[in-house]
């Protein structure tokens, strides 16, 4: 039996400047996820989680909260950019487009702007990304660019941490 490797994200040598990256989970927005949300970050605009206030508003339903929009953005680009990256180091030009309400399903692309060897830190580099968000009728809901360190492939932070087990996993029946 062989161990393959499962996706262990990019490294800094695996990003070209004009890559686009397609996201591929989408994420419906559900109404606990909005309540949630806005209780959990002490949002009190009862526009995200009052039936009656968003219903009474120019948009006719419940918003969801902005920065809950954000965060599901940067979560979905995770798996294709930052996997390997250790720390942010900006979030410019956020531009909210369009309304996200609950029930929207928003999906997520990135395009790498640029890249560069880190001058202070020979095991990693610096990475600026675009993110745009789509909701399920193809409207930009959002959009931001995303500067970040990312590991080296040969560095000591890419290192797998996966434990080995004192025993092989085996097909049931086989040895």
């Not at 994200?9 to 419906?28: A, I, K, S, W």
């Not at 970050?41 to 526009?47: P, V």
């Not at 580099?125 to 809901?141: M, Y």
Request: hydrophobic share 40%; glycine share 6%; charged share 20%.
């Amino acid at each position: 039996m062989t161990v393959k490797d499962g996706w262990r994200g990019r490294f800094l040598e695996d990003f070209e400047v004009g890559d686009v990256y397609q996201h591929p989970l989408g994420r419906t927005i559900n109404e606990t996820d909005n309540t949630w949300f806005t209780l959990l970050t002490m949002n009190t605009n009862q526009a995200h989680f009052n039936a009656q206030v968003g219903e009474s508003s120019e948009f006719g339903r419940m918003l969801v909260a902005s920065p809950l929009t954000i965060a599901i953005a940067m979560g979905q680009s995770v798996t294709d950019t930052t996997q390997n990256a250790f720390a942010n180091l900006g979030l410019d030009d956020l531009r909210l487009t369009a309304p996200v309400f609950v029930g929207d399903t928003i999906w997520s692309e990135s395009i790498v702007l640029e890249k560069r060897e880190s001058k202070s830190r020979p095991h990693a580099g610096i990475v600026t990304i675009r993110t745009r968000t789509l909701n399920q009728d193809a409207v930009e809901v959002l959009s931001f660019r995303r500067t970040f360190y990312v590991h080296r492939r040969d560095s000591a932070g890419s290192a797998s941490l996966f434990p080995q087990a004192a025993t092989p996993l085996t097909v049931e029946g086989r040895s």
